[in-house]
């Protein structure tokens, strides 16, 4: 598993480990991304600190059944500040890994995780699969080739390739120190120190916010052989607004801050895609996914295990 | 001028040159590419021989009006072979270029060009902007990338932006004598020195070809106000198929060789489209563009000029 000290990546070491699966964690450790060792301890993972790319990941390729391609750049802010590092941790160095694969283990299943900010700003609502990529900042030009990368392969070397668009994710182990990861850690922070949450505009543009455990139950069925070559949205049901998802976390939290509406910094407002909410449909019907965990009871959830996990709100 | 010493870079030379105005260019002349000095014999230019995101680029864009951003890796076989050159030439250097713009000259106009490759294979026919992109080799992902970082960069920072998507382009001063830049100069190579033609499967995929000098039309139409921040097909309105266009070519160049139906070489259909037809219809209704020249006609001037600068039949 690549990126397998992140957020999501260790989410799913968890699971995998639970069930007897042998994982073997690829990590870069960039500064300030999601990736901490203390989200996979107490698990028994070997685990090499390198790109993805770096020529010894092709040991740890050789002898696996899956890859799960986890690894990337996050941050919007960051890609708009160094292009030229997200274009290479999102693309550059996927396609040094396709080329690794095809060396040394050309039949292995590869599930991908890109993102619902290769849509960008759009027309309509929900976003299927068929609509245009148009993505407002590099990060979503970045992951939208490192997605496609994967279909190239699969289309001209029979590299098993699967990518998943996630929808905005939160939940256990995310990073929420950082102010650049999307809005939902931020809230959640914020919440929990008892701060005020403060939300840009009226608050009424929609996200559809899905849980990890829902994520990693996605990436597990993405590994079937129906899912290879294929690009799939992975989002929640339901959508609400970003007034009613901090209004859930501030109870959940039991936060006496609450919440507040200011205006849009400018900045943040010229990369602002207004509401989306995902069309996951076509997981629905091929694999059988479906998003099973509603807000209130996912977000309850992650605030109990921060307070469990206090180092989460302070770690730099 | 980005790339000005290549095929369609330096046919617009010649045409900026004619109308007066002072036209500097920038090439790296990456081996086996379509630049070459000789393109631009006989007309006094500034050139730099440097990669767009070297710094020396700086002084050429602080002084220019418009950029024509042209530069770019063209061959499709070439991107399977080293995907990390193919990411660099159209993309993370543009990325480079973009954020010298941004520095250095924020209110130029700049005009690039992408490529319909980076619609791929496509389920609809003709193909308009709104089609989700599904590019089948390395160079259209990178293409694609290169062209939405310029969208993001006109969204976030307001630079004055547009891409074209070209369709297959022939005309003069194209690089022949490479197998890897498409059909048309391959078929009018082999024509003019008396070869067969030899057409994959049946003949029978369609494509709209475009002569270069309605490709610089477009590239000067769209350096218009309204163009700003939008991207546009630009392909001819009428389409043939492989086997009638071949068979243009061969009339046009009086060639004794004729064409012949070969079967598919099995590296070559995977990455096969189909079919394929622009609707140009956008940039008709925003910008007045349409194409002028036909097949026939277009093809004859060719086959002239060809006859007239036979070098280009045998220079590496």
Partial sequence: ????????GSNLVHRLVSEGAIVKVIDALVPSHGGDRRNVDGEHVETLIASIGDPRVAELIAGADIIFNLAGQVSHASSMIDPQQDLRLNALDHADLLEIVRRVNPAVRIVHTS??????RVARLPVDETTAANPV???GVAKLAGEQLHMVYAQAYDTRATSLRLSNVYGPRQRLTS???GFLPVFIRKALAGETIEIFGDGAQRRDCLHVDDVVA??????????????????HRCDFSLAEIAAV??????????????????????IDIGSFKTDSGLIGRELGWTSAIDLADGIAQTVDFYKEHPWYLSSI
């Fill in 218 to 235: 996605g990436l597990l069925l993405a590994t079937a052989d129906a899912a290879v070559g294929r690009v799939y949205n992975v989002g």
């Fill in 115 to 120: 993102t619902r900010q290769v849509y960008g």
């Fill in 249 to 270: 976390i501030v109870a959940a939290a039991g936060s006496g801050g609450g919440l507040r509406l200011v205006p849009w910094p400018k900045e943040h407002q010229r």
């Fill in 179 to 181: 102010d650049e990861l």
């Fill in 1 to 8: 598993m690549t990126g397998g000290l992140g957020f999501i």
């Fill in 137 to 139: 900042d590099v990060n």
